[in-house]
């Protein structure tokens, strides 16, 4: 079965670089169609689409973000990495990464990690 | 980008009546060579990661109670839920994957009356 986990910092202080990796099993990221994303919620906030890579390598970001994103893959350790840069008490949210396959949007998700941002 | 905008906001029905939540896009999400509307429900509930219910705007996901149903094209939108029961209190969002970047709405939060 199709699983996912983020794994990450769970603090940062502000100006910080976040990484954060997508560890996924039951599927390949070279398979045609497939695709990883990463979504984040701010506590008690909406869900908010951050990017996106598919199978292919064609990557795609968040418009009001995008300067400060950057995905990708390693499809032999079946991992996707999302970085932010210049991190901000904002940016406090839990992120998550899912996967999407023909055409339909996401349908497995992970749990989610906790990131905080502050002094 | 195309905008999501959820209605209402919030909405408590009591146990067994019908909740309906709506969704507008700024811009039409049904594909014309395929004719596909590109839009999605997903419903969260407290600590949990949203849980995909409908996509396609009209095809219940494998599993989901046929209680949940989801209707509309082009940019109006409508989830259903029949006969409301208790586990159904939660949060439900709806998302287009038309065109990146992918949106969400600002979600619809659902109590018992």
């Known amino acids: 079965q199709i699983t996912l986990k983020e794994s990450g910092p769970t603090l940062l202080k502000p100006t910080q670089t976040l990484t954060l990796t997508c560890t996924f099993s039951?599927?390949?990221?070279?398979?045609?169609?497939?695709?990883v994303g990463w979504i984040r919620q701010p506590p008690g906030k909406a869900l908010e689409w951050l990017a996106l890579i598919y199978w292919d390598d064609v990557k795609r970001y968040n418009s009001s973000l995008k300067s400060r994103l950057t995905i990708t893959k390693d499809t032999s350790k079946n991992q996707v990495v999302l970085t932010m840069t210049n991190m901000d008490p904002v940016d406090t949210a839990t992120y998550f990464c899912?996967?999407?396959?023909?055409?339909?949007?996401?349908?497995?998700w992970g749990q989610g990690t906790l990131v905080t941002v502050s002094s | 980008d195309i905008v999501m905008t959820q209605s209402p906001d919030s909405l408590a029905v009591s146990l067994g009546e019908r909740a309906t939540i709506n969704c507008k896009s700024s811009?039409?999400?049904?594909?014309?060579?395929?004719?596909?509307?590109?839009l999605t429900w997903f419903q969260q509930k407290p600590g949990q990661p949203p849980k995909l219910l409908v996509y396609?705007?009209?095809v219940r996901e494998s599993g989901v109670p046929d209680r949940f149903s989801g209707s509309g094209s082009g940019t109006d939108f409508t989830l259903t839920i029949s006969s409301l029961q208790a586990e159904d209190v939660a949060v439900y969002y709806c998302q287009q994957h038309y065109s990146s970047p992918w949106t969400f709405g600002q979600g619809t939060r659902v109590e018992i009356k």
């Open positions: 811009q039409t999400v049904l594909s014309n060579p395929n004719n596909k509307n590109y």
């Open positions: 396609w705007a009209s």
């Open positions: 039951g599927f390949s990221l070279s398979t045609r169609g497939v695709g």
């Open positions: 899912a996967h999407t396959a023909t055409e339909v949007a996401f349908d497995y």
